[in-house]
């Protein structure tokens, strides 16, 4: 693979890529664990900068707060914290974000040329026992993301610490990616903390039903500096924090080179939105531009 000095790796990143067999396991499964790609100081500056930003330091703050926007403030309490943007307002955390092993471990199972950010979000679930804010209902991200036109996006989930199920790890319904909907009313354009949980685990049941296959789940336990992807059409979900620490992670939302926003009517017939389109630049034609670089930067390219 050829590529410019910008995005050039070492060859011991070379070895962390996803094998062919990786790769495989992602096409079937919709998920992938990586080998270790941040170093563990690069994990501890992560865990150093969201403690200063919980603190109230950032570089810059986002201009406008979009209607849907998480965002976690002191006055909220010890509930299960996310914050969107963060690469964007803490440039400790855009930097370590933006390795460009992240982004060639993402464009090779995606598979794309090219990998921008499209969010990412830091997240804190506090070891509170019964939280109820700590349950992640089932869900897939690209629900939310109904205004992309790409069906290669994919997320990095980032723990700061061995993740095991104690801490309520991120769980995978294993090849729900290629699963059709069986309600198309249940694209919604809205995020799990907007609907209910039981409806929710009934829509997770009611499609494996409707493809033809057994519900299958597996609990990602990830090692620290280790990260697992999943697809967009993933369902995922996670459960209480057991272990007496905080379970510290980031979210790192990526788009390949060529998704761009397309309108998306939702079954009501209103106009799904996402934050981004009251946050980003507008492209030529007047639409919100997924590449603008202020907000989703170019982490992976193979081109000269």
């Known amino acids: 693979m050829s590529v410019t000095s910008r995005f050039a790796l070492t ?9 062919d067999e990786d790769v495989e396991f992602y096409a079937a499964n919709g998920w992938y664990l990586s080998k270790q790609l941040l170093t563990d100081e690069e994990v501890a500056l992560l865990q150093e900068a969201s403690e200063a930003f919980y603190a109230g330091e950032k570089d810059r703050e986002i201009p406008v707060r979009p209607p849907r926007l998480r965002y976690w403030t002191p006055e909220k309490g010890s509930c299960l914290r996310h914050n969107d943007y963060v690469h964007y307002e803490v440039d400790a955390i855009g930097a370590v974000m ?17 990998m921008r950010i499209f969010q990412c979000t830091l997240i804190y679930k506090p070891p509170v026992e019964n939280e109820p804010t700590n349950i992640v209902s089932w869900h897939y991200d690209k629900d939310y993301w109904a205004t992309s036109a790409s069906e290669r996006m994919l997320t990095a989930f980032i723990p700061f610490h061995d993740c095991t199920e104690e801490f ?5 319904a294993d090849g729900s990616h290629r699963w059709e909907e069986a309600d198309k009313s249940n694209i919604t354009g809205l995020g799990y903390p907007e609907r209910n949980h039981d409806d929710l685990e009934k829509i997770l049941r009611a499609n494996a039903l409707f493809n033809g296959t057994e519900l299958r789940t597996t609990v990602v336990e ?9 697809h967009c059409r993933t369902y995922h979900s996670s459960g209480h924090n057991r272990s007496g620490m905080p379970r510290r992670a980031i979210s790192l939302h990526l ?18 939105t996402y934050n981004h389109d009251f946050v980003v630049r507008k492209d030529a034609a007047g639409f919100p531009d997924y590449a603008d670089p202020e907000f989703c930067p170019v982490v992976w390219s193979d081109s000269v």
């Open 11 to 19: 060859g011991e990143e070379l070895d962390l890529l996803p094998t």
């Open 98 to 114: 933006r390795k460009p092993l992240l982004g060639a471990v993402a464009a090779k199972l995606a598979p794309a040329h090219e």
């Open 255 to 272: 788009q390949d080179g060529e998704n761009r926003y397309s309108e998306f009517k939702l079954h009501d017939g209103e106009l799904a």
């Open 168 to 172: 309520g790890t991120i769980c995978m």
């Open 222 to 230: 990830i090692p620290k500096g280790h990260m697992s992807f999943h």
